[in-house]
């Protein structure tokens, strides 16, 4: 064997056991116990908004048809002129009793438009329990309850759950994004933790508004793209916990060409490597199809190169099937099956991604030009009893 064959092989076979790692943590996290009951104290949803989107309609619809008693979405829009405000007339229609704010106010407090949204949305939040939610979240009933639940969890400061990927159409640049972040974030995510992490995962963010008092309310996080790990830092520098919520939510997958969807992974990768260098070289580690395609080019007429490459892909199959299995019962109508035959296709574009996000700092953010970037938050010195 030359050198870069023995070198894409060995990091082939790292990547066929972090992926069945990956599926053993999936297996795990939906088996492990449900938390005690807990008390279920009214909360504020928190929904900022930006345009009309594919199954937005099906995404909100969620999030008024939960299992809980007592709850007030706040919807957000910056724009007088957002289409989106129609979409929520027709959802106060559709739920004449749900209590349902809109607030609508183009004031921007600074870079992130999210949490100048956010900020301009929190004064119409009835509640102290404030949960903060992607617009393209799909969710299953338990949703609230199992933030809830969460929360009371003695020692937590924030509850966050996992996503899945739902595409909006079965267009190939759809289904290879929601495998992405099905068959690849998530137990990515899961591994994580399994490592001591406490990411805050940014489709939602659970916390109570003194903790958010504590923090200096949304204006630290504004000038940040990463939000949510700011969010996190934050909350776990006054000694507080981020735990997972049991339930696991679905988010649409919009992009229905390649360059849409490589420019929208391009931001999350440029966002990583700002945040988390070293975790994100290490992130080459988990596409060992593409590694064991290398080491077939480069032993092309090597029987165990060829032998290799039919394992990673086999691995990677069983795998992201196994998720599914795993989640169907969590998901109910949520769940989307991972397109086995376009793994190859799904680890090339990872990797040319993963090569793109060196080639600069600029992020497109619907719309705007935002700069990932590091942060140094400081904690809050004092705090408010």
Not at 84 to 93: D, G, S
Not at 224 to 233: I, K
Request: one cysteine or more; aromatic letters at 6%.
């Amino acid at each position: 064997m030359n050198v870069l064959a023995t070198f894409a092989a060995i990091m082939a076979i790292i990547g066929i056991v972090q992926t069945l790692a990956g599926w053993y943590v999936v297996w795990r996290f939906v088996r492990r116990a449900p938390r005690p009951a807990a008390p279920q104290p009214p909360i504020t949803v928190l929904k900022p908004l930006h345009g009309d989107e594919p199954l937005l309609d099906r995404a909100l619809s969620s999030l008024c048809t939960q299992d809980y008693p007592a709850f007030q979405i706040v919807f957000g829009v910056q724009d007088p002129q957002d289409p989106v405000i129609a979409v929520v007339e027709r959802l106060r229609a559709a739920f004449p009793d749900r209590d349902i704010a809109l607030v609508v106010d183009p004031t921007q407090h600074g870079p992130n438009r999210k949490i100048g949204n956010l900020i301009n949305m929190l004064p119409a939040a009835k509640y102290d329990v404030l949960a903060i939610a992607d617009s393209d979240l799909h969710m299953p009933p338990d949703y609230l309850s199992d933030l809830a639940t969460t929360l009371a969890t003695p020692g937590c400061g924030l509850a966050t759950v996992l996503y899945t990927g739902l595409p909006a159409s079965r267009r190939m640049p759809g289904l290879l994004g929601a495998t992405q972040i099905t068959h690849g974030f998530l137990p990515g995510a899961l591994l994580a933790r399994a490592m001591g992490r406490q990411d805050c995962l940014g489709a939602t963010m659970c916390l109570r508004r003194d903790t958010l008092v504590r923090i200096g309310g949304f204006l630290p996080l504004v000038d940040h793209l990463a939000d949510d790990n700011v969010l996190g830092h934050l909350v776990r520098a006054l000694g507080l916990d981020v735990l997972l919520a049991r339930s696991v939510v679905a988010t649409t997958v919009p992009e229905t060409d390649l360059g849409a969807l490589f420019k929208h992974e391009l931001r999350w990768a440029r966002t990583i490597r700002a945040l988390v260098p070293g975790a994100f070289a290490l992130s080459v580690l988990q596409y060992p199809i593409f590694w064991a395609a290398v080491a077939a080019i480069a032993a092309p007429n090597a029987s165990w190169a060829a032998i290799l490459f039919a394992a990673a892909w086999l691995a990677r199959a069983l795998a992201a099937t196994g998720i599914d299995r795993a989640l169907a019962d969590r998901m109910e109508t949520l769940a989307f099956p991972a397109p086995v035959g376009l793994l190859p296709l799904r680890e090339l574009l990872s990797i040319g991604i993963v090569l793109a996000s060196h080639a600069g700092k600029k992020v497109d953010w619907r719309g705007h030009t935002m700069h990932a970037a590091g942060y140094n938050v400081s904690p809050p010195t004092s705090h408010p009893s």
